[in-house]
């Protein structure tokens, strides 16, 4: 299961935030959470990786847009069993802007 709160669909992200959601699946081994946009040449980068599932709501990574260049990204989770294999995952569109009047 994989599923993001904050940052929510649609979002625009100008400081630094709290990633928040559920990610786990039987067998859980991992997830990471990825970005593409134009900061990453339109190809998924990892932010972070961790090993510690998140079955019930809570915080997943801190999320800092500030290296990021301005523009819509898409941000994902992914969560992955011990055989390496992604089984769940879920993709929003967010909008890295400058300040929050942008």
């Not at 993001?4 to 992200?13: C, D, E, F, K, Y």
């Not at 997830?31 to 998140?54: C, H, M, R, W």
């Not at 990021?68 to 967010?94: M, N």
Request: some cysteine; proline content about 7%.
């Amino acid at each position: 299961h994989a599923m993001l709160r904050i940052p929510a669909n649609g979002m625009r992200v100008f400081e630094p935030i709290r990633v928040m959601g559920t990610a786990y699946v039987d067998n859980f081994v991992s997830y990471k959470l990825e970005l593409n946009g134009p900061g990453t040449f339109d190809q998924f980068i990892i932010l972070t990786e961790a090993t510690d599932s998140v079955p019930n709501m809570g915080t997943l990574a801190e999320f800092d847009p500030a290296p990021w260049e301005p523009g819509l990204y898409k941000f994902r989770l992914v969560v992955f069993d011990a055989s390496g294999t992604l089984q769940s995952h879920c993709e929003i569109t967010i909008t890295i802007t400058i300040a929050s009047d942008n």
